[in-house]
């Protein structure tokens, strides 16, 4: 971040020391920011972004998504009905009106295997256009912060970005640390040719909008490669820690939540429950729809229609108070509820995880939560800037400024060795951090040696 004045030469060992830890400190610094910096802007950007993606969406798709509200609606099964004749194919999901003046959303898988969302008009049952599967601008944005375009690489770079950025926090916090004849730790010196004011805004800004950074990172987590999928088998492989009944001592089949639609994130290894086969017709959309709304289920909520005889049908609402989640099974020939899961029933780890994705998507505490992460995902992008100025103004011409090593090289090594703690909790940042270790003993300091 910062050069410090201690004398090297005649200062006493204790200065020294401090000195050469400092160093080694900001060296790693250094390499996390240039891994993380330029994930940092992409990710604050989508994120401020998808925010406020019903606002947004509900512009960009007014037509689609907004109707004029009348006194009846048409059943579920006439707008069923016009979706799949203005889309031929198998409605596979219904999600119902989340306002008087919502559309209906009717998901249709096509003879060609893709699938389409059908809005249509909840109150004359016409159809109002439709869109690919997850084709709003929204979707695309949020495609964009989860770098879902590539694969289960981007679910790779999420982990290690996250990982990283917690180191960052965390040697940023250190170097940020007032130390004797230092100002700039709260206030901005200087003026913007300066080098000064550009050190002063990186670290002011860091220092206010680190615990959002972590906050966030953690949060985000869920989504991550191996991190993410480790925590979903123990939070749901062995369905420990909820009531009998919500998972267990119930007929399920081998179909999991997570492969229906979207649901929440520590749902998506729950078992779906199984329709006993009574010889009897099924009892319909209609049906369905009406006990689901019996059983007050919260307005908006989907609807996963079963494709199978043994299959079920499926509500579920994960809207932004956390306390209506909900997902209930229904016996499609009977209508008898077979399973009733509301959030009340999760156990205090999946609750926990819940609540950070909610914050983390900004919908937990309404406009507050929407315009604090606002601000500090800007505040994270004049921290991403702020760190290129300065390292622009201060790196030698023709070289990579990559901050100086210190005299005792063991420092370096050692720093790193307290970073590992965070290598051991997300092993793809371990496995990144002995590549930085090793591009940094082979390469840099060798090029530095060798100028």
């Known amino acids: 971040m910062t050069d410090i ?52 969406d ?54 060609a295997g893709d699938r389409q969302t059908v809005y249509v008009d909840p109150y004359t049952g016409t159809v109002l256009g439709s869109l690919p599967h997850e084709g709003t601008i929204m979707w695309l944005v949020r ?55 550009w050190r002063d805004l990186h670290a002011v800004t860091g220092i206010f909008v680190g615990g959002f950074i972590v906050f966030l990172a953690v949060t985000g987590m869920p989504w991550s490669v191996f991190w993410g999928a480790t925590v979903n088998q123990w939070a749901n492989g062995s369905n420990s820690g909820y009531p009998s009944g919500v998972f267990v001592n119930v007929p399920v089949s081998d179909e999991h939540l997570g492969h229906l639609g979207e649901t929440g994130w520590s749902m998506q290894q729950a078992a779906v429950p199984q329709s006993p086969s009574q010889g009897a017709a099924p009892m319909g959309i209609d049906r369905a729809v009406a006990i689901f709304d019996g059983l007050g289920m919260a307005a908006g909520y989907a609807v996963n229609i079963p494709s199978k005889s043994d299959g079920v ?33 999760y156990g205090p780890a999946a609750k926990a995880i819940e609540w950070g994705i909610n914050v983390h998507l900004g919908q937990q505490y309404g406009l507050a939560n929407q315009l604090i992460l ?22 030698p011409a023709g070289s990579l400024g990559v901050p100086p090593l210190p005299d005792e090289r063991r420092k370096l090594a050692g720093v790193a060795a307290i970073l590992a703690v965070g290598g051991a909790v997300y092993p793809l940042v371990g496995a990144s951090l002995l590549a930085v270790l090793a591009l940094d003993w082979l390469v840099v300091q060798r090029m530095s040696a060798a100028r």
Not at 174 to 186: C, I, S, T
Not at 315 to 331: K, N, W
């Open 143 to 197: 495609s964009l912060h989860s770098l879902d375009f590539l694969g289960n690489a981007g679910r790779v770079v999420i982990e290690t970005a996250g990982g990283w950025s917690i180191l960052l926090v965390g040697t940023g916090i250190y170097l940020w640390w007032p130390r004797k004849g230092r100002g700039g730790a709260v206030s901005i010196r200087g003026k913007p040719r300066q080098r000064m004011f």
């Open 313 to 345: 049908y499926t509500a579920s609402i994960f809207p932004d108070d956390l306390a209506q989640q909900r997902t209930v099974h229904l016996d499609q020939y009977s209508g008898a509820t077979l399973l009733d899961i509301p959030f009340a029933s």
């Open 58 to 111: 509900a512009i960009v798709h007014g037509d689609l998504k907004r109707v004029a509200v009348q006194t009846e609606r048409v059943a579920p099964s006439a707008m069923v009905a016009a979706a799949t004749a203005a889309v031929p194919g198998t409605a596979v999901k219904l999600t119902t009106p989340g306002t008087p003046a919502s559309s209906a959303e009717i998901s249709v898988r096509t003879a």
């Open 5 to 56: 004045s201690l004398d090297r030469a005649t200062g006493p060992a204790a200065a020294r020391a401090a000195t050469d830890f400092y160093r080694a400190v900001w060296r790693w610094h250094f390499y996390a920011g240039l891994l993380v910096l330029p994930f940092l802007i992409t990710l604050a950007v989508t994120g401020a972004l998808y925010l406020f993606r019903d606002e947004i």
């Open 374 to 395: 606002l601000a500090a995902c800007m505040a994270m992008v004049a921290l991403a800037v702020a760190a290129a100025v300065m390292w622009w103004k201060r790196r």
